[in-house]
């Protein structure tokens, strides 16, 4: 079965400092995509960035990163230079490719980020 | 625009008054999922559909019925709701290989 866990349920981060979203999964597919989305306080849920498990390179986008540790199974996000519009709770999310569970995308329970001016 | 369109965003209604929420997608995609959202739990998943016509159900189906007549419209059903239906409400849409693209969101409220 697939499970995403995200540990911190809450952080904070000083405006312009670094922080990083912890994300662990557990999957037995071998090709699967973890994602990363923001869901600000108006609900809505941003895509941020996209890691493919045959990707031998971290994903980037902007300020985003993803740390892919695919032994440990670890899909840490990278925030850099934090700014206030960064605080929303973010989600790590999982989904197989290329089998009959690619429909499904599996979340964590979430961590609320809140940067500090 | 690509986007995925659901209506209501806000519903509130009583126990046992069924109800269904839309949703769209403009993309073209063959799947779509329909996901509720609780505090501390995250989001999860309802039913997905893979095309036309082909639907399977998620983590939490109890209580929730779909179709997917059209490749373009994933219509959630609630035929008798209950209070602990109460929650955010999200459609999703996706071509396989590449990120979800969510509705804006449907917050119900069973009294």
């Known amino acids: 079965a697939q499970k995403i866990t995200q540990t911190q349920p809450g952080m904070f981060v000083q405006e312009k400092e670094a922080v990083t979203l912890d994300c662990t999964y557990d999957?037995?597919?071998?090709?699967?995509?973890l994602f990363w989305y923001k869901q600000p306080s108006s609900g809505e849920m941003i895509f941020l960035i996209y890691?493919?498990?045959?990707?031998?390179q971290n994903a980037t986008e902007g300020r985003y990163s993803l740390n892919f540790q695919k032994a440990r199974k670890s899909a840490n996000l990278v925030i850099s230079a934090s700014q206030l519009g960064d605080s929303a709770m973010y989600f790590c999310a999982m989904r197989a490719i290329g089998s009959s569970n690619t429909g499904k995308l599996i979340f964590g329970q979430g961590t609320t980020l809140q940067v500090k001016p | 625009e690509a986007q995925v369109t659901q209506n209501p965003r806000y519903l509130i209604t009583v126990t046992g008054k069924k109800l269904t929420v839309t949703c769209s997608q403009n993309m073209n995609h063959e799947y779509m999922s329909w996901y509720r959202q609780d505090p501390g739990l995250g989001l999860r998943q309802i039913y997905y559909?893979?095309?036309?016509?082909?639907?399977d159900k998620g983590d939490v189906p109890e209580g929730y019925k779909v179709s997917r007549k059209e490749k373009r419209n994933f219509p959630l059903i609630l035929e008798s709701p209950s209070p602990n239906q109460t929650s955010l409400y999200f459609c999703a849409s996706t071509a396989g290989h590449t990120e979800a693209f969510f509705g804006q969101g449907t917050r119900l409220t069973v009294v």
């Open positions: 559909s893979m095309n036309v016509e082909v639907t």
């Open positions: 890691q493919g498990s045959y990707d031998e």
């Open positions: 999957t037995s597919d071998q090709s699967y995509g």
